[in-house]
């Protein structure tokens, strides 16, 4: 059986690769003043002027949001062609929402992926997700299918592409265009991770024609023109093998190919190839359409690639280098769809507090104010959990790493049990397939696995966390220096998203630091009594957890056990984001921007009895009064029409789901 500290030396190694390719990175050389405020202090601070520019960023992302809202207009009108019924019966038809797409185009959302720098609106991962969860909300299929996917693909591209390669790219997505992702393959995959293409070097140059193909709205942004001719005069690869599962690629304008390049198997087995289809002379072939259980609208479809020649200049980064920019620029993926997500498990919540409300003469059944109220606290953690990987996407980039990788695997699974809940709680409803209502369950249900990769995304997460616990036992837990509280405030200044910044493995873990610290402050509410002497007593004991995985770890454990820790070490940070947030929530009160709710303990308290409950530790009784005062707000934001995550933001029409 092969060893955990087998495995760490040899997550090392391909540590040490990645930071050898990492090196000659756009952007590397700069990393330590390309952030405002680098150079002061372990996080650093933004100066004036980009303090101002994040404020500006925040409020447009809001207003964009806010805007996008009213476009979609209610979500539970029956005749809004934008709405959950226009949705559910596309679904059943399998065909894309296409009135929607539409709309979506003329908002321009396809600028939403692409980095502020060449023309488009991304500043930073979080405010992507307050601009993108109206979508979301409303339809998971919906943001994936029409654009989310193309900000993935071309990360790579952001992250180590050349001047023009980045222009073009911007230009297509501009313009309205999409890009489509090709995996390369992994251990455990499933259809859209299996198989795998290999390219060859050749003798063949190609034209080295642009991807510009839209409106031209960012022509020249980043240097470059929105088409050109460019050299291509060297020898390009040779590109062959198929995929049969790829979202978007019979409308992709522009394909990112993770290649094998290499017959070993090393960390430089892997380059990343830019295909442009409409450029291809011959030996691309379109495949049929593929159907799926969830995302039934998506055109999922395959390509085959019979020796395709590719000019010299379709390589995005160094040959080689596609493991190490997998590495880097995933984690963007594994914080931003747990984000979204939760946006689609709102709508569901909503559904069941209606269900249990609507029509009754009677006050809520008992027996559906635990599991609602519980529900509602999984939400607040799981939106606090993908907050603070969004945030350190951008404070905190070459330590990110293995926290997303944790948001990748917790987020998700803690909303596959919210929605099992809500299936009791809902009962006999949620077989009403044509409710705008009710039917959002099983469609979420089925599409969930198909926006996390189902057991081959748990798999990837687990391969980046579990070689790191040694080493971030040794060099982090109970050692590393806390976080600064604007990990945890969304209305604080944050640095632009740089992928060029982003690094990968390096036993980094600062929010367990977080809990530690905590636990320290709340040490002398043991005594006060409430809400806090729980939250004290949970704080305690989360501590404890950290200390004995810690043991266990440095013990040495074999794989299969490794993997068991890789779960409670996820849930430990789970726990950690809510104090932070909480913490941070507690400290503005109830003054100018204050939320009195997310401020009182109750929501944290049951939220950290529910994740303790999950890891199996001593967790205190609940406050007699915390179900009722959790309970008491998920009521309120129904009847107001506000989301329920950290945001409580209104959304439809409306602005109030009671109306409907």
Known sequence: MRSLAAATASAQGRGAATADAGAARPGAAHAATARPGAGAGAFGSASSDAARADAVARADAVARARRLEELLGDPYDPGNPHGLAALLDADRRAVPPYATEELLDAAGI???????????????????????????????????????????????????????????????????????????????????????????????AGSGVGVGVGSGAGAGAGGGPGRGSGGGSGAGHVL?????????????????????????????????????????????????????????????????????????????????????LALRTFQVNRCVIPALAVAAADTVLHSAVHAVTTGRSKPMARRWRGPLAGVFADLLAADAMALVGLRALSLLPERSHVLAAAVKYVVPDLLRENLEELASVLGAHRYEQGSSRYGSLAKLVRDLPVAGLGHAGNAACHAVIVPQLPLLAQRSWLRAQEPPPSLFRPEAELAQLDYRLLGAAGGHDFLSATLVAAAGRLSGARSAGGHLAVLAELAEEFVGELRALRAQVLAGPELPAAVVLSDRYALLLAAAAVFGVWEARAAAGEGPGGD?????????????????????????????????????????RYRTGRSCDLAGTAYGARGTEAAG
């Open 110 to 204: 396809g600028a939403e992926f692409v980095p502020a720098e060449y023309g488009g609106r991304l500043t930073r991962a979080d405010l992507l997700v307050t601009a993108l969860r109206p979508v979301f909300r409303r339809d998971a299929a919906l943001g994936f299918g029409y654009g989310i996917t193309s900000l993935f693909a071309t990360a790579a591209v952001w992250a180590a592409g050349t001047a023009r390669q980045r222009a073009e790219t911007a230009d297509l997505l501009l313009g309205g265009g999409r890009a489509a992702i090709v995996h390369h393959e992994l251990a455990h995959a499933n259809g859209i991770l299996r198989d795998e293409l290999t390219a060859r070097l050749g003798a063949g």
């Open 596 to 636: 009195p709710f997310l401020a009182d303990p109750a929501w944290a308290v049951l939220a950290l009895t529910r994740l303790g409950g999950r890891l199996g530790i001593a967790v205190p009784e609940l406050p007699e009064d915390c179900v009722p005062r959790v309970l008491e707000e998920l009521v309120d």
């Open 240 to 324: 062959s093998g198929r995929k049969d599962v790829i979202m978007n690629a019979a409308r992709a304008g522009v394909l990112v190919v993770y290649a094998r390049t290499s017959a070993e198997r090393t960390a430089r087995s892997h380059s990343v190839l830019l295909v442009r289809p409409d450029q291809v002379a011959d030996g691309l072939v379109h495949l049929p359409r593929v159907a799926t259980a969830g995302m039934r609208g998506g055109l999922f479809s395959g390509l085959r690639f019979d020796g395709c020649a590719l000019p010299a200049d379709a390589l995005v980064g160094r040959p080689g280098e596609g493991v190490a």
